[in-house]
């Protein structure tokens, strides 16, 4: 069986006490650190910059998979890549030129990952999947954690996983995975998990075995 990444989304950390929350997550066994960037325009919520950002960066070595639900997001690639992104994700909905979205990423020297709302089409990655290390396909409508897993981007997953074939393009979902939803994602193709809610319940002392828990059940 693949390995399959662990990505807690620390969305549902602890906001006052985020430095010692990432290194729990960290130490707990996280794969990643999913950073969900909102700006309250593209999403209906807001969370957290580039400033946030850098200050968590010293407390772990861990991979920083930032999701950015914000609208435009050109003139912000710079600044999350200097705070300590090593891959950068936008949504295909999010503008018109996605491709030059990906060229100024990658411009910065940092990964570059293109994310699909559950309503868009898996066609909408064809003409950019050669050009992206990571295709993200959201499991719920973007903007709140602890949201409930939508079914029906279960066949999206197959058909993004077909359309990737033997590119080295990670396939990760974001939304409403629990031990329950995992297996359903993971048999479609995808090898890298984010999980919010289902990581964090509990407090510190629950983060390893909520990690297991899903791995485990992949
Ligand atoms: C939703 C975010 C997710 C969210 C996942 O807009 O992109 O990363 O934190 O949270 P859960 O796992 O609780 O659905
Ligand atoms: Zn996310």
């Given at each position: 069986t693949r390995p399959i990444r662990i990505a807690p989304s620390i969305?549902?950390?602890d906001f006052a006490r985020l430095g010692e929350e990432v290194r729990a997550v960290d130490a707990a066994g996280a794969d990643w650190i999913h950073c969900d960037v909102m700006d309250?325009?593209?999403?209906p919520n807001i969370t957290f910059g580039p400033d946030v950002l850098k200050a968590i960066?010293?407390?772990?070595?861990k991979f920083f998979d930032v999701h950015l639900m914000i609208a435009p997001v050109d003139p912000y690639v710079e600044a999350f890549a200097k705070a300590g992104a090593d891959l950068i994700s936008f949504h295909v909905?999010?503008?018109?030129h996605p491709h030059r979205t990906i060229q100024a990423i990658k411009a910065q020297g940092k990964q570059a990952g293109l994310v699909l709302n559950p309503g868009t089409p898996a066609g909408a990655v064809e003409a950019l999947i050669a050009d992206v290390d990571l295709i993200l396909l959201m499991t719920v409508n973007p903007g709140f954690g602890g949201q409930s897993f939508i079914r029906s981007v279960v066949e999206k997953v197959s058909q993004v996983k077909a359309l990737i074939g033997d590119r080295p393009v990670t396939l990760e979902i974001d939304g409403g995975v629990t031990p329950e939803t995992a297996p359903l994602v993971v048999k479609a193709g995808a090898d890298t998990l984010v999980a919010g809610s289902a990581v964090f319940k509990g407090g510190p002392s629950a983060y390893a075995g909520n990690i297991d828990a899903i791995r485990k059940a992949a």
């Open positions: 969305l549902s950390a309250g325009h593209f999403v960066r010293p407390h772990t070595q909905e999010a503008g018109p």
